[in-house]
């Protein structure tokens, strides 16, 4: 497999899309922080079926994370990341520096209303949206692909990507992809390394708890009834819970039972703090 090219400033990476364009190819973009997992590359296999190239971005972004949380911790495997990238087929990975994103001087931020502050991980995370919005909406701009492929895995980021791109006209196909899971359910996530054995024992909880209560409110049982049980369940199993909120799941505003909706967990198992979430179907 050959490596892809590491484009590390704007100018490589337009230069390049500027030659793919040249031809009338189609590009997408893969935005990540690196320490790649399954489900990472699962997105760039959605991509690759619907694009001509694949650009994979690696970029830790500084301003999505709070003082507090794990920004020097977070896990940095890029030659691991290029080789899972080779291994997929992907021809490009777009790894700036913090200088390159935030030169001196930067002044800009992005911030939303709507989806991105629906009383879920904005209310643990304040700052968390107005990062992740600035960092995405430089990406979508510096490189202006066709498709960017996001996960649901972070539904609430999905939602606040969607909202940007049509709010700032930016043309471009925002697609989700479904969140890939371990054999026992857990949610793959970069931060799954920071659990030690206990607690990845427990962890997969959080998808049991998320299953049987998606599943109790679609054979009709009281909603909060439903998620007061499992509250207390994850509580119990060992967690300091943020939160457990059935959604709807296009505005994240509260759910009805006849439109598609979304049951979405955060909590914390030790010094890892996990999300995860999964649909409910209309029309229950
Ligand atoms: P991150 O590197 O954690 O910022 O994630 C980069 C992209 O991968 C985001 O769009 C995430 O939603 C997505 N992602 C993370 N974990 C998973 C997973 N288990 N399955 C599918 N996509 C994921």
């Known amino acids: 497999m050959s490596q892809p090219m590491v484009l590390n400033t704007v100018a490589d990476l337009r230069r390049q899309l500027a030659r793919w364009r040249a031809r009338r190819e189609t590009v997408a973009l893969v935005p990540t922080m690196g320490a790649l997992h399954a489900g990472h590359i699962s997105l760039g296999t959605i991509a690759k079926s619907r694009a001509d190239h694949v650009v994979y971005t690696i970029f830790v972004n500084p301003t999505q994370f709070a003082p507090n949380e794990d920004f020097s911790a977070y896990p940095r495997t890029f030659a691991d990341d290029c080789a899972k990238i080779a291994e997929l087929g992907a021809e490009a990975v777009f790894a700036p520096t913090p200088a390159v994103m935030y030169p001196e001087g930067f002044a800009t931020t992005i ?4 989806p991105a502050t629906a009383g879920l991980e904005d209310r643990f995370r304040p700052t968390h949206f107005a990062g992740v919005a600035t960092v995405v909406a430089k990406l979508l701009i510096q490189a202006m692909p066709d498709l960017a492929v996001f996960g649901e895995k972070d539904f609430q980021q999905l939602a606040v990507i969607r909202q940007l791109t049509r709010d700032l006209d930016l043309p471009i196909t925002i ?5 890939l899971r371990e054999a026992d ?3 793959m996530s970069s931060r799954n390394v920071y659990l030690s054995s206990e607690e990845r024992a427990t962890a997969p909880l959080l998808q049991r708890v998320l299953s049987e209560a998606a599943a109790a409110i679609q054979a009709g049982e009281d909603a909060e009834h439903v998620l007061n049980y499992g509250r207390e369940r994850i509580a119990q199993g060992g967690f300091a819970l943020d939160y457990l909120e059935w959604r709807d799941a296009k505005s994240l505003g509260l759910a009805s039972r006849n439109k598609a909706s979304r049951l979405l967990v955060a909590a914390r198992i ?11 179907a209309a029309g229950v």
């Open 185 to 187: 359910g857990l949610a």
């Open 270 to 280: 030790g010094k890892t703090r996990l999300i995860d979430n999964v649909g409910v």
């Open 175 to 179: 697609a989700g992809g479904p969140t």
């Open 111 to 114: 911030s939303l209303t709507g």
